[in-house]
């Protein structure tokens, strides 16, 4: 099947290729019928970086510099943020994506800073009572000040970087015990999450999990689940810490059991019969790709058989989905998203992401951006 995946990343690099012409360094995000360049996001939102990590990988697949070149022209954007634009829990997205990346791609100084200037403002957001990092909102504002939500567990390959670059321990620290409070909180007896739990932000005290994105505080939002397969599994393989790849397993065994025979989940896994019946295959990719690491990370061969083997049957799946995009500049379509006009089906750049970085996986090239 390898030459079946690297045919697929062969076309979406073509692709990459047009959308590079077209956005020059603006910020795709996500567009209904695939068509980034008539809704670009301003500043970047929390996806900008899902693009540029995009051309990182083009440069892994080929070699060819002019995809370094072009990071380039984003550098002032990513300065831009960090002086003057908004900031939260993201930081970790966006710069251990494109900054740690561009570093270890080029070795210059100068992504090296920015990664490392990213990485000491995400850690202002830690909380040193209630051990977590704050999710949204300035660090000037009291609202949702003690909220985190499943995403986080994304960020922290930022601050573990930034540990092994300077040797200081202080980021490293704050990441293990924000995914310790993460799964303490928002991880269920079944293995399933909540999307965001709230402490007390001056006692640190817990009080208890509910919603943002997913139908309700006691669904199970499916993109979330996906984050937490693959940010526990990272975090197993940052800290060597079994109890984290142990929830990563059982997160994943939820999502498979969960996941009707297409391979596709619907956007939440608790939904009422009356409730919107829309799938996600952003969170399809996300969770594939993390699976895919689970499966080489777990030592017992059989699980890690079942977790490859269901992972590149949803690829397969992912990529039939994907097979009309000769129209459009996104990739993989039916993502749910939520904007001004409501819950619908979309293309998103991280669903384009995470779809090419699987199927660089899948091909035989693990190219571990979420490590340094």
Known sequence: MEHIWQKEIELIIGTIDQNMKKFGSRFPHI???????ESFSADGSWTGSFWTGMVALAFRHTGDPRYKEYLYTYLPQYQER???????HDL???????????????????????????????LLRYNERGQFIRAWGPLSSDIRSGKIIIDCMMNLPLLHSASL???????RQ?????AESSRA??????????????????????????????YSDESTWSRGQAWGIYGFTLA?????????????????????????EGKIPPWDFRLPDDAPQLLDTSAAAIAISGMLDLAEAVTD?????????????????????????????????????????GAAHHYTIWGDYYYLEALGKAAGCNWQLWTL
């Open 31 to 37: 567009h209904r019928e695939g068509i980034y360049s």
């Open 165 to 171: 670059l300077t040797g200081e321990d202080k980021y």
């Open 82 to 88: 960090l002086r003057s634009g908004y900031t939260d």
């Open 236 to 260: 197993a393989k940052h800290t060597g810490e079994e109890k984290f790849l142990i929830t990563a397993q059982g997160m994943a065994d939820f999502f498979m059991a969960h996941t009707p």
């Open 301 to 341: 061969s059989k699980q890690a058989k079942r977790y490859r083997e269901w992972a590149l049957q949803a690829l397969q799946t992912l990529q039939e989905c994907a097979s009309a995009r000769e129209r459009t500049q996104g990739i993989l379509p039916c993502s749910y998203a939520r904007t001004d006009q």
């Open 174 to 178: 704050a990441a293990c015990a924000h």
């Open 185 to 214: 909180h928002l991880i269920r007896p079944d293995y399933t999450t909540y999307h965001t739990f709230d402490f007390d932000p001056v006692t640190g005290k817990p009080i208890g999990g509910c919603r943002e994105d997913g």
């Open 92 to 122: 970790g997205f966006l710069y251990q994506l494109y900054a740690v990346e561009a570093f270890r791609l080029t070795g210059d100084e100068v992504f090296r800073s920015l990664g490392l200037a990213a990485a000491d403002m995400l």
